[in-house]
């Protein structure tokens, strides 16, 4: 088992709409929660961060995290052709220097 | 500068050649990182220095050398590598406590081409 599960997608959305994107985690003692943004040829770029169960939200950016079933999303709303991107879902967990990433999904916002 | 800077940005090396890849962090972090993502693949973490102490060989060939001088300076020796081995090589750096870690920031990366 994967320990950060996404999927690859693409995910195809149209422009205005809500795009969301999934992510599940196998380590229950997982304590940080990211998301990153990452165009093509690029560097990857943060967008949220999560620490505690709820919702998080960043202007269109909402983060929701549920760390009882393991799992962490991230909503997009009013969809832009700019957002289109492949997402990573990124994990701290308890007394690791490292994050472990998902694989990334790939999103699609056509106008 | 802000944030983290890596030089080349491009680099075109012969199987034979010997090149160095620089990553310098300006946010004070203690942590650093190299990643390579080859085409349509993810993220594949190579090394992880904490506190200029390398913490994380993930199985990297020894054609890859990293060298950690101090919390802000990150290199990789790159010798008789493959074709394969091109990729875009990303650095990271974060703050790292004694039980977790927090956002990674990224460089821009350096694309390598292999000939």
């Known amino acids: 088992q994967k320990e950060v599960e996404q999927n690859s997608g693409p995910l195809s959305v149209p422009e205005g709409a809500i795009a969301s994107l999934n992510c599940t985690y196998s380590?229950?003692?997982?304590?940080?929660f990211f998301w990153y943004r990452q165009y093509s040829g690029k560097s990857p770029e943060l967008i949220m961060s999560?620490?505690?169960?709820g919702d998080k939200e960043d202007g269109r950016f909402t983060a929701q995290l549920n760390k009882a079933s393991q799992y962490v999303s991230l909503l997009i709303r009013d969809s832009q052709p700019s957002d289109s991107a492949t997402y990573l879902c990124?994990?701290?967990?308890?007394?690791?220097?490292?994050?472990?990433f998902g694989t990334g999904t790939r999103l699609q916002v056509f106008p | 500068e802000t944030g983290v800077t890596q030089t080349p940005r491009h680099l075109v090396m012969g199987m034979t050649n010997k090149k160095s890849l620089k990553c310098e962090q300006h946010?004070?972090?203690?942590?650093m990182y190299w990643y390579k993502q080859s085409a349509k693949k993810p993220l594949e973490l190579m090394f992880v220095?904490?506190?200029?102490?390398?913490?994380e060989n993930n199985s990297v060939p020894s054609r890859f050398s990293p060298e950690c001088p101090n919390s802000s300076h990150l290199f990789l020796h790159l010798h008789t590598l493959q074709p394969e081995d091109s990729a875009l090589y990303l650095c990271?750096?974060?703050?790292?406590?004694?039980?977790?870690?927090?956002?990674?920031?990224f460089g821009p990366g350096t694309r390598l081409t292999v000939l």
């Open positions: 990271a750096s974060s703050q790292v406590t004694l039980t977790s870690t927090d956002t990674q920031y």
């Open positions: 380590d229950r003692g997982s304590q940080s």
């Open positions: 999560i620490y505690s169960n």
């Open positions: 990124a994990v701290n967990t308890y007394n690791t220097d490292k994050l472990i």
């Open positions: 946010l004070g972090h203690n942590a």
């Open positions: 220095y904490n506190f200029k102490e390398q913490t």
